[in-house]
């Protein structure tokens, strides 16, 4: 099958696009610019892998459109939708600057739906597809001061719901995974102090935080020809928001 993957140079992305070419999965990653895409692609080929690449700027999606009809003229079946925008300052809902609200709703919650937008009519004409939202298990327990990005994610949560409901019957299929603590590239400044991986993970139930491997194969099912999972969303948590109650009560 043929995958986009979107944010193709996150820790996540790659993990994911490892697996998918690991089982003969044709793959096409995103980058936000040019310059982006190319250095994705150079890491991909270091690796030794062999993905295809499209720009797409989720706060101007509209300038990737002859590149994504040209992918879709070849055929699409699954789509991973796993690009983020940084995350904007961390301020309490109401301290948030309006300009920072809106660039965060723009790029992450409306330019991800101008994605899908587009890829569902190929999708229902083919009456194949698969669609795999990346979420965060922020979006059940919350996450101080990450307002815009709680709810953009929640927004996106409730749409694949509703599209696992509206295109089932195409054998278009949509369903969620939502991420824990993982040990990224971005989540680096948190996970980089002991103090707060030793807290943390006393907390969580695994005992560990996530790393990008434990993701690619997660998707697996869902991504199946096979699938009998629509409108789904499944915790890639290490057992959070569930706790180990000894972590919280240590010293």
Not at 59 to 82: D, F, I, K, T, W
Not at 84 to 97: A, G, I, K
Not at 194 to 220: K, N, T
Request: positive net charge; charged residues 20%.
């Amino acid at each position: 099958m043929r995958v986009l993957i979107t944010g193709g140079s996150s820790d996540i992305g790659r993990s994911i696009a490892r697996r998918r070419l690991a089982l003969g999965d044709e793959v096409v990653v995103t980058a936000s610019s040019e310059q982006s895409l190319e250095e994705t692609l150079a890491r991909y080929r270091a690796e030794g892998l062999e993905v295809r690449g499209v720009v797409l700027d989720l706060a101007a999606p509209a300038a990737s459109e002859p590149a994504l009809a040209r992918l879709l003229e070849q055929g699409l079946q699954g789509l991973v939708l796993n690009a983020w925008t940084r995350r904007p300052p961390l301020y309490r809902f109401h301290e948030l600057p309006q300009e920072a609200l809106e660039a965060d709703v723009t790029a992450n919650l409306m330019g991800n739906l101008w994605l899908l937008r587009r890829v569902l009519p190929s999708m229902v004409e083919a009456r194949w597809g698969r669609i795999v939202f990346i979420s965060s298990i922020s979006t059940v327990n919350g996450a101080g001061r990450y307002g815009a990005y709680v709810l953009c994610k929640s927004a996106l949560e409730g749409l694949m719901r509703n599209l696992a409901v509206d295109y089932g019957a195409f054998n278009v299929l949509s369903n969620t995974v939502r991420l824990g603590i993982f040990k990224t590239e971005r989540t680096k400044k948190y996970w980089s102090r002991q103090r707060y991986v030793e807290r943390m993970s006393a907390v969580i139930p695994q005992g560990e935080f996530g790393s990008p491997e434990h993701v690619g194969e997660v998707l697996d099912p869902l991504l199946s020809a096979h699938a009998y999972t629509n409108g789904a969303v499944l915790d890639v948590t290490g057992g959070l928001p569930m706790f180990r109650m000894e972590g919280v009560l240590r010293p």
